[in-house]
């Protein structure tokens, strides 16, 4: 599978727990992005790498809220001390910026906050 | 600033149906890229077509078909002979050049029924 994948998949939680993703963007793809889906919602941008940099996080991405691509290659995103308006999907998309062709999202990490 | 506007919230037809989802957008940017994605049950946001703000021209890849047009700032998407399978939840996108990012700023979607 030369995709986008995410892990875990699925994720339950309690209030107050940390919690992180790993995202394994498409090997060559140089561009990694985060992104959060509440339901009945559109994915709303978090955060960006170019390689190793993180280049741009939304006002949506609070102190809680790190995200790392050590190597340039996966990324992970924490949450620290869980709220319950974290519960969403969480997104994660990879490019290569010389493409036409956009962004290819991975299938995703549904978070659930109890 | 940049917004998608997808007006329809939910919409059915019933099967071999044709079927248009609209798209409005705002963008203060003279070049820009336009996106459909398809978001099936699966979750999984599949790529549809990206267009940018220069080829006015109207795209056709078998079922679908997508007519953009600038004076009107709208990037609509047709389903010919709509099928079960078209079931999902589509969202219209914009992404500004002059952003270096391309991030991609997305509609709250359309949910499409396919009724058998």
């Known amino acids: 599978d030369t995709g986008v994948s995410q892990n875990p998949r699925h994720k339950i939680t309690k209030r107050g727990q940390n919690v992180t993703f790993r995202c394994d963007p498409i090997s060559e793809h140089n561009r990694l992005y985060w992104y959060r889906q509440t339901l009945g919602q559109g994915p709303e941008f978090l955060t960006y790498?170019?390689?190793?940099?993180?280049?741009?996080k939304s006002r949506l991405l609070s102190d809680r809220f790190s995200a790392e691509r050590p190597k340039g290659s996966f990324s992970t995103l924490e949450i620290q001390r869980t709220e319950q308006g974290d519960s969403a999907m969480y997104l994660c998309?990879?490019?290569?910026?010389?493409?036409?062709?956009?962004?290819?999202f991975g299938p995703g990490t549904r978070l659930t906050v109890l | 600033a940049q917004k998608v506007t997808q007006a329809q919230t939910e919409i059915s037809v019933v099967e071999k149906e044709d079927v248009t989802l609209d798209c409005v957008y705002e963008?203060?940017?003279?070049?820009?890229?336009l996106f459909w994605y398809k978001q099936p049950p699966s979750g999984e946001l599949v790529f549809l077509i990206r267009r940018n703000s220069f080829d006015e021209q109207n795209e056709i890849s078998g079922r679908y078909s997508w007519n953009f047009q600038k004076s009107t700032s709208s990037f609509n998407f047709t389903i010919t002979a709509s099928q079960v399978v078209d079931s999902a939840v589509y969202f219209c996108?914009?992404?500004?050049?002059?952003?270096?990012?391309?991030?991609?700023?997305f509609g709250k979607g359309t949910r499409l029924h396919i009724l058998p």
């Open positions: 998309a990879s490019s290569l910026s010389t493409s036409r062709f956009g962004e290819f």
């Open positions: 996108a914009l992404s500004e050049a002059r952003n270096r990012d391309d991030k991609i700023i």
């Open positions: 963008t203060r940017d003279t070049t820009y890229y």
């Open positions: 790498f170019q390689n190793e940099a993180q280049l741009e």
